[in-house]
């Protein structure tokens, strides 16, 4: 932990530390100087095309570009423009509604969901329950809110999900705090891109509810974060889960972070939601209540012409069907990429962890920082975490993930 000057010593941090930002960069100055074709940049976390340019729908841009000034320029709602509200549930649930009082409060990205449902739904010092394969933001939002975080071995040894290290880790948990808040980032998980299966989703919802019923006085909260929903799974079968996580116990609460960044290329615009599947009305109320305060006592509202477009599109059927065309065509050409990369690991003896849908592939390995300095003296670029490295067919062309198995294995060879 660095050391305080002014600061007050919790909120002392080091600078320059996010690993991704720092290899990005890095990458676009060898890109600069050799051009796109000699470089690989697996390092970005956002759909490019074959060119290295960012993929933004028409239906998205079209429509925002075509709002009137003051639907662009004006504050929302606090909790989120209430048209906006209905809209991103549907968005959300699409055919897989559950049951239960649902309710939304909009946010900036999924990352203002994940906050809020960090910051709400534990006490101060709580730890939460993530997979050990983890998006990195989680750990920086939970010590923002003064919380701290813990991983249980998101794998078995079949390379599914490991439900009894879940369980495990959810007991200890509720022995020590009596609450417990886990994070689900699934379907397309970010960084491996597994999706738990309907299977095992039934296996985690018997248990929760088992867990709830044995202890009424404890709480259980499941995030679910489905950042890359959109980009899993045939038509909307990978919404299914959804309906699996309904009438819970009174103690069980389901919360979404629903992000439009990936989903509807918005990235920067910062538009998203938290939705609750509360088993009761007060529930549903207080989760209202809280997140809007939230939203208040944080970036006051959202950006109104992201919800406006939201809800146009969703509220224009040709419009509708139009940003789904945009969605599936590219969704297509992930799916092709994805496809490249596995085939040619698996021929060549690459080792990766199970990888289902999404933006992104983990290859596990020792010493994953050495392994990616050494990729980058031969211009490919992509980003070590703890336990591997992490490629990302999202924005590098299939000629390119095909190429890059072979490259990476002999790296880990020569480490
Ligand atoms: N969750 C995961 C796993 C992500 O990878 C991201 C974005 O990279 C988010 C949530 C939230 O993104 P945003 O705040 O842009 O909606």
């Known amino acids: 932990m660095k050391k305080a000057q002014m600061v007050i010593e919790s909120s002392a941090r080091e600078g320059g530390t996010d690993p991704i930002f720092r290899i990005a960069g890095a990458a676009e100055k060898r890109t600069k100087e050799y051009g796109a074709d000699a470089v690989i940049n697996s390092t970005i976390g956002a759909l490019m095309d074959d060119n290295g340019d960012l993929v933004t729908f028409n239906a998205v841009y079209d429509t925002l570009k075509g709002l009137p000034n003051h639907l662009i320029a004006n504050y929302s709602g606090l909790s989120g423009q209430p048209d906006f509200l209905e809209k991103v549930i549907e968005a959300c649930f699409k055919s897989c509604k559950p049951e239960g009082y649902i309710r939304s409060v909009a946010t900036p990205g999924g990352t203002g969901a994940v906050r809020h449902a960090f910051y709400n739904y534990t006490e101060f010092g709580d730890t939460i329950l993530l997979t050990d394969w983890y998006w990195a933001p989680y750990k920086t939002i939970a010590h923002e809110c003064r919380r701290e975080v813990t991983t249980f071995p998101m794998y078995n040894e079949k390379g599914t999900f490991n ?165 599936s065509f590219y969704k297509s050409i992930l799916k092709a990429r994805a496809k490249a990369f596995v085939e040619e690991a698996n021929a060549i003896d690459l080792k990766l962890v199970t990888y289902c849908d999404g933006f992104f592939i983990s290859i596990p390995c020792k010493d994953p920082k050495a392994v990616s300095t050494l990729l980058m003296e031969k211009n490919m670029f992509i980003v070590a975490l703890g336990k591997g490295l992490r490629f990302a067919p999202c924005a590098v062309s299939e000629e390119k993930c095909r190429r890059s198995p072979a490259l990476i294995l002999q790296a880990i060879k020569e480490i």
Not at 208 to 218: E, G
Not at 228 to 239: K, N, P, Q, S, V
Not at 263 to 268: F, W
Request: net charge negative; charged share 20%.
């Open 163 to 327: 439900i009894e290290g879940f369980k495990k880790s959810v007991l200890e948990l509720l022995d020590q705090q009596k609450r417990v808040l886990a994070v689900l980032n699934t379907p397309a998980h970010n960084p491996t891109g597994y999706t738990i299966s309907d299977d095992e989703w039934k296996e985690i919802v018997a248990f929760v509810a088992k867990t709830a019923n044995d202890q009424p006085d404890s709480k259980i909260i499941l995030l679910v974060d489905l950042a890359y929903i959109d980009f899993a799974g045939e038509g909307e079968d990978a919404r299914n889960f959804m309906t699996l996580l309904s009438g819970l116990p009174h103690n069980v609460l389901t919360l979404y972070a629903f992000s439009a960044s990936k989903s509807y290329t918005m990235y920067g615009l910062r538009n998203g939601a938290i939705i609750c599947v509360a088993p009761t009305q007060d529930i549903a109320d207080e989760f209202v209540n809280t997140c809007t305060f939230s939203n208040r006592g944080n970036w006051s509202n959202g950006t109104r012409g992201a919800m406006e477009t939201i809800t146009k599109i969703f509220s224009t059927e040709e419009l509708y069907h139009q940003a789904m065309a945009e969605q």
